[in-house]
Nanobody, 116 residues
Framework: QVQLVESGGGLVQPGGSLRLSCAAS????????MGWYRQAPGKQRELVAT???????NYADSVKGRFTISRDSAKNTVDLQMNSLKPEDTAVYYC??????????WGQGTQVTVSS
């Protein structure tokens, strides 16, 4: 089992920046991929960015060039640096890991609100 704890959400003005962090604990040896998803009110949860064991990254088109995902395998953390934030980035952001069995695990979510 892997436990995930997110931090770093909050309220920011359009054009501002936030950094989300997620710390994994438990059976972290089993993690093969880490990432961030988000869910806005009334919408389905969507992929934001993922990073593999070897550092390969994947981003949603809507965040390319603005968001950067990074991973510290030694510390079992995954961060999401979010720049040039827009009101449409407002959502609950969820940390996600995939373990070797293919099972996905989720954090509790952290609210990001972009508003003036």
């Amino acid at each position: 089992q892997v436990q995930l704890v997110e931090s770093g959400g909050g309220l920011v003005q359009p054009g501002g920046s936030l950094r989300l962090s997620c710390a994994a604990s438990g059976s972290t040896f089993s993690i093969i991929a880490m990432g961030w998803y988000r869910q806005a009110p009334g919408k389905q949860r969507e992929l934001v960015a993922t990073i593999s064991e070897i550092g390969s990254t994947n981003y949603a088109d809507s965040v390319k060039g603005r968001f950067t995902i990074s991973r510290d395998s030694a510390k079992n953390t995954v961060d999401l640096q979010m720049n040039s934030l827009k009101p449409e980035d407002t959502a609950v952001y969820y940390c996600n890991v995939v373990i070797i069995t293919g099972r996905a695990m989720w954090g509790q979510g952290t609210q990001v609100t972009v508003s003036s």
